[in-house]
């Protein structure tokens, strides 16, 4: 049960940040932002 919350909460956190790299036109800014997605997404995949 909590595995399942802890993949929910990591997709929604995912989706926030997929929504700002959107929005966001600074190169950096969407640099850092993949940075932090990219772990996220493992975790999510189960991969790391």
Do not use: C
Request: glycine letters at 0%.
């Amino acid at each position: 049960m909590v595995f399942y919350l802890y993949i929910a909460i990591t997709v929604i956190i995912a989706l926030i940040l997929l929504s700002e790299l959107w929005k966001e036109k600074n190169w950096k800014q969407q640099l850092l932002i993949v940075i932090i997605l990219l772990p996220l997404v493992l975790r999510i995949l189960q991969i790391k």
